[in-house]
């Protein structure tokens, strides 16, 4: 229980935003503003 705040995507970046559909903390890269959440729900990949 020591990591909050690190981008579950790609851990390596501070998250910044919550997947209000997965719940996911995810970095700015991995959030996308236009759909609302995060990389996983949008595409899958990347
Ligand atoms: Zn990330
Ligand atoms: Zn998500």
Do not use: I, K, W
């Not at 997947?19 to 903390?25: E, H, K, M, R, T």
């Amino acid at each position: 229980m020591s990591q909050s705040g690190l981008c579950q995507h790609c851990e390596n970046a501070p998250a910044s935003h919550t997947c209000p559909n997965c719940g996911s903390l995810v970095c700015e890269r991995h959030f996308d503003r236009q759909h609302g959440q995060c990389a996983s729900c949008l595409g899958g990949r990347q």
